[in-house]
């Protein structure tokens, strides 16, 4: 039995699969261990991964991508409403009131659901790990945004199920990131002594997440999360195609905003410039032929000019850093290591703001792309028992506050409030009727509760 440890990113996904000589991460059939998340509908069939993301251009109205982040939203939430004007495919409200896609597949117009997507990209991950294993792949542990309400867990869990999964369990990525960090390390405190604390720092295309854990032999606790949800290098990619969409309307007479196709072409290649700028100081070239109307457009860009249109981002990454401190109360000084993680973390400026704040050099001892992953393969493993692991224990945290409230007649006219941690037993003493409101990551349920002894709820 093979256990899979998938890592399931807005722009890319990776998997890894545990093995009996360590965690492997599995390459695709073009030899790339980095799979887009991205599927292009077609009149005669569908695309997933590399496949679809050369149609992104050709295709551009039936290749969905960025879809990962309207899991458990509705259509009429503030982030869908702000994503439609980035979208090159059409989404719709759907009977439930959560966000479809609409596409036309096998020249019929159709409305999938987020799930639906995402199972689709799931069980492409999926056909790519038994190819190269050999053997079917069920158990698999999935990875989740740190920041990710339940209902976006549950929506997830239910796109596993669609393409034949059996998820073990969704992992924060953050917490990923620390197990993969510390599962290897035979230097940590033993359980006496003093824990290490180590700051993880994972910036990725579309989201900012940081974690502070400690960790002892044997035993890993995530002490506090911080999160920026729409800060990541996607927005860095946005300043440099919003100064272009601005200097060649100048410069050329062109509205390059009011076709799509355009703009998709300028996105590819803001992004690769982005990148060549990390690497680069200099004055860099961006060209692109036939661009709009037959005409050939060129400009340049350097790393000074690029960070001075950032500023605005760039202030947004400390305050996560300086949450995660205050939540803890832990300084500076008691920080041992600052690793960071995700692939906006190699631009030097955001790696500067890091280091500066801790006042400290980034560890940089794990895979940047692939240390969700591996993560993801480890606590399978540890799961599942079909494998022997070295005995590790996680205690992860819950980013948004639990509340329970309740009315019983026998108290009308007062009220009782108390802030309480609980175990996952809560025990209700009560004669009479009542009714108990219970509140977790913005869901809300109600049940009204006979109760005439003593009962486990």
């Not at 060209?287 to 037959?294: A, G, R």
């Not at 809560?426 to 219970?438: D, M, P």
Request: charged content about 25%.
């Amino acid at each position: 039995m093979s256990v899979v440890g998938i890592d399931l990113g807005f722009q890319s996904c990776y998997v890894a699969v545990a093995r009996a000589g360590g965690i492997e991460t599995i390459a695709n059939e073009y030899s790339d261990r980095c799979t887009p998340a991205c599927i292009s509908f077609g009149p005669k069939n569908r695309s997933i991964g590399a496949a679809a993301k050369s149609q992104v251009i050709s295709n551009a109205k039936n290749t969905v991508q960025g879809f990962k982040r309207f899991h458990g939203r509705a259509f009429s939430d503030p982030f869908v409403e702000a994503e439609k004007s980035n979208l090159a495919y059409d989404i719709v409200h759907l009977p439930t009131g959560l966000t479809g896609i609409k596409v036309t597949y096998m020249e019929e117009e159709r409305n999938f659901t987020t799930e639906q997507v995402t199972a689709m990209l799931l069980s492409k991950l999926k056909e790519t790990a038994e190819s190269v294993l050999k053997k079917p792949v069920v158990d698999c542990v999935v990875s989740v945004p740190c920041f990710y309400t339940d209902a976006e867990r549950r929506s997830v869990m239910d796109a596993t199920q669609i393409a034949g999964l059996n998820c073990l369990r969704l992992m924060n990525e953050t917490t990923a990131v620390a197990l993969a960090y510390g599962i290897y390390k035979q230097d940590l405190p033993a359980l006496e002594e003093k824990p290490r604390n180590v700051v993880f720092v994972d910036m990725g295309h579309s989201a900012y997440q940081v974690s502070v854990c400690a960790f002892n032999r044997g035993k890993l606790k995530v002490l506090a999360t911080a999160f920026d949800p729409t800060l990541g290098g996607r927005k860095f990619d946005e300043v440099l195609v919003n100064h272009f969409c601005e200097e060649f309307g100048k410069k050329y007479k062109l509205d390059i905003k009011s076709k799509i196709r355009a703009l998709l072409r300028l996105s590819q290649e803001c992004e690769k410039l982005k990148k060549l700028m990390s690497a680069n100081a200099s004055d860099l070239p961006l060209s692109i032929e036939c661009f709009m109307n037959d005409v050939d457009v060129s400009g340049t860009m350097n790393r000074g000019k690029f960070l001075e249109m950032c500023n605005d981002l760039l202030a947004r990454v400390e305050p996560p850093l300086r949450s995660v401190l205050e939540q803890t109360k832990l300084k500076k000084e008691d920080i041992y290591a600052v690793e960071i993680v995700g692939g906006a973390t190699r631009i030097p400026a955001v790696k500067e703001k890091i280091s500066k704040f801790f006042g400290k050099e980034l560890s940089t001892t794990l895979n940047a792309d692939e240390a969700v992953t591996r993560g993801c393969a480890l606590q399978c493993a540890i799961l599942s028992p079909a494998f022997k692991v070295r005995e590790f224990s996680i205690t992860d945290v819950v980013p948004y506050p639990i509340s329970l409230r309740w009315n019983s007649p026998a108290e009308e006219g007062s009220s009782l409030h108390k802030s309480v941690t609980f175990c996952r037993m809560i025990i209700y003493f009560s004669q009479n009727k009542f009714v108990s409101l219970f509140s977790f990551s913005h869901l809300i349920l109600k049940s009204l509760l006979s109760l005439m002894a003593p009962v486990q709820k």
